[in-house]
């Protein structure tokens, strides 16, 4: 409900109805919809965002790595289980970073937790000498985390995931370039 109608828009009965459950219910689970809404997003953060992340880090090699994530980006985009597309933080909760109190600060623990994955990869390569000492792991590290949103935009909007697949090679390429 939160994805689909934002914070403000997911009402307590569209929650309860959701989950099957009486308000009063949970209220004793989560305190209250803020408290439900936190939970979300905790978990969000460490279970749907980390998929690309653990497909680019199980990868020996980097090249593979890369189209992986990129391919679960899409896949997560456009065919995600719940049926809502984009990622949940760019779509829906960025709406209610300085309204809903506890939001800004896990979407900014997100971002860098993210980048500083994506970093360390780059640095793994680095350290086996696939990509030259000079490398720009962190710069590289962002323009992935961008690449990655700018899918989710995409997949949000309705591009099919055949249209954002054909791009995969060039941004492989792109992100692997002196």
Request: some cysteine; charged content about 25%.
């Amino acid at each position: 409900m939160f994805w689909e109608k934002g914070y403000d828009g997911a009402s307590m009965r569209d929650l309860t109805g959701a989950m099957g459950i009486t308000g009063p219910s949970l209220y004793a689970a989560f305190g209250d919809k803020r408290g439900l809404y936190l939970k979300t997003i905790d978990h969000y953060c460490s279970a749907d965002a980390c998929t690309p992340l653990v497909v680019l880090e199980g990868e020996e090699n980097i090249e593979p790595a890369l189209h992986g994530f990129l391919v679960e980006v899409i896949r997560s985009a456009t065919e995600h289980e719940s049926g809502a597309k984009g990622c949940f933080l760019a779509s829906s909760v960025v709406a209610s970073v300085g309204q809903v109190d506890g939001v800004a600060e896990r979407v900014e623990d997100a971002i860098a937790d993210t980048e500083r994955r994506l970093t360390a990869r780059f640095e793994r390569e680095i350290d086996k000498g696939t990509l030259p000492a000079t490398f720009p792991a962190r710069e590289r590290a962002a323009l992935l985390f961008d690449i990655r949103q700018g899918y989710m935009f995409r997949g949000r909007a309705g591009l099919s995931r055949e249209c954002m697949l054909k791009d995969v090679p060039e941004r492989v390429a792109m992100l692997l370039s002196n």
